[in-house]
T-cell receptor, first 113, second 114 residues
Framework: DGGITQSPKYLFRKEGQNVTLSCEQN?????MYWYRQDPGQGLRLIYY???????QKGDIAEGYSVSREKKESFPLTVTSAQKNPTAFYLC????????????FGSGTRLTVV | GQQVMQIPQYQHVQEGEDFTTYCNSS?????IQWYKQRPGGHPVFLIQ?????EVKKQKRLTFQFGEAKKNSSLHITATQTTDVGTYFC??????????????FGKGTHLIIQP
């Protein structure tokens, strides 16, 4: 079955460390997105990519970085510059940008210890 | 920037009662989408509305898009325990040439008491 796989499901990070969250899709979607969700909050856009080798900052990109070297993969790195990284991170993909519904992965819950 | 607001934030209902959540955008939307997130889960796409005044139904769920394409609602008839979760609306946000991504509301948490 096609879908989006995020790993790991849970991640613990020490302060000052960079961590990378994996997102892989086999839906043949061009567009991929990273969102952050905090308790009681909606989803906030971190980065998005409409095509391979191109990506754009979203509303809260500071302290994060991404790459899009393959159509199937869109990893997110949470750097030490991100001051409050504890959150639930969701990766999504879409066939037609915002004119089609998103398919979300099951998320990675990141905790800073 | 664009804002998408949802009310209420929380809604407690008795099983069998109806439920409605409302979504308002600060800008006119080309389309609006609705998602459901079960507790501990991830958002799942429910539906997309495109036309002014559009109404769509999925079993006990009725979705409406306002005439001005700035507001929307989701109505659930005779709620069941399987309806528990958070319902999000989302609309495209734009800057420069194209759509950046979806802007999500903060969601309405539906809590059902048996």
């Amino acid at each position: 079955d096609g879908g989006i796989t995020q790993s790991p499901k849970y991640l613990f990070r020490k302060e000052g460390q960079n961590v990378t969250l994996s997102c892989e899709q086999n839906l043949n979607h061009d567009a991929m997105y990273w969102y952050r969700q905090d308790p009681g909050q909606g989803l906030r856009l971190i980065y998005y990519s409409q095509i391979v080798n191109d990506f754009q900052k979203g509303d809260i990109a500071e302290g994060y970085s991404v790459s899009r070297e393959k159509k199937e993969s869109f990893p997110l790195t949470v750097t030490s510059a991100q001051k409050n990284p504890t959150a639930f991170y969701l990766c999504a993909s879409s066939r037609g940008g915002t004119v089609r519904g998103y398919t979300f992965g099951s998320g990675t819950r990141l905790t800073v210890v | 920037g664009q804002q998408v607001m949802q009310i209420p934030q929380y809604q407690h209902v008795q099983e069998g009662e109806d439920f409605t959540t409302y979504c308002n955008s600060s800008t006119t939307l080309s389309n609006i989408q609705w998602y459901k997130q079960r507790p501990g889960g991830h958002p799942v796409f429910l539906i997309q509305l495109v036309k002014s005044g559009e109404v769509k139904k999925q079993k006990r769920l009725t979705f409406q898009f306002g005439e001005a394409k700035k507001n929307s609602s989701l109505h659930i008839t005779a709620t069941q325990t399987t309806d528990v979760g958070t319902y999000f609306c989302a609309g495209p946000s734009y800057s420069g040439g194209g759509a950046d991504g979806l802007t999500f509301g903060k969601g309405t948490h539906l809590i059902i008491q048996p």
